[in-house]
């Protein structure tokens, strides 16, 4: 930690925002908001508002919304969080799949938020050290603990029926 109280950066994440206006009605609203994500990689992805907050045409519902990839990310981080603590305690995952949701609230200033975020994972083991219910619940509390993305939001995360503070 520095004498600022700020912690060194241990390593950086880019991404490129990229939109570009497409047609003369900019000042009245009435403009697309399709734009670009792309990643330090080199992937580039199609972004737009949700249509649940700017309407069709000016959103596009096939493409990602920073609100659904914020989800994905918790859910992401968390599934690699966890994987990596149950190999290291010796349980096999064959596969892992979560249909992760988050909701969205108005704040005590009005202003929507993704207040909480359910992950419902289901996970497929095999080998001969198969986890109990309890090891499970303790790899997701220790998996919410340990995850990148949970340990730098306010939002509410919960696994299953287990509740945890991002």
Not at 46 to 62: F, I, K, Q, T
Not at 120 to 144: C, F, M, V, W
Request: charged share 20%; with cysteine.
């Amino acid at each position: 930690m520095r004498r600022d109280g700020r912690c060194f950066a241990v390593s950086a994440h880019k991404a490129i925002i990229n939109w570009k206006r497409t047609s003369p009605d900019f000042l009245t609203g009435k403009y697309s908001r399709e734009h670009t994500w792309t990643f330090d990689g080199g992937i580039t992805l199609l972004a737009s508002p949700s249509p649940s907050v700017v309407p069709v045409p000016y959103s596009n519902p096939a493409y990602v919304d920073p609100e659904e990839a914020f989800v994905a990310a918790v859910s992401s981080c968390h599934m690699l969080t966890f994987l990596y603590l149950a190999s290291r305690q010796g349980f096999q995952v064959d596969s892992y799949q979560d249909e992760a949701l988050g909701e969205m609230a108005k704040n005590e200033k009005g202003i929507p938020w993704v207040s909480s975020i359910k992950l419902n994972p289901k996970i497929a083991y095999s080998g001969e050290k198969l986890p109990t219910a309890a090891d499970e619940q303790r790899l997701h509390h220790l998996a919410h603990e340990q995850c990148y993305i949970s340990n730098s939001i306010k939002t509410e995360v919960s696994v299953g029926n287990a509740r945890h503070e991002g």
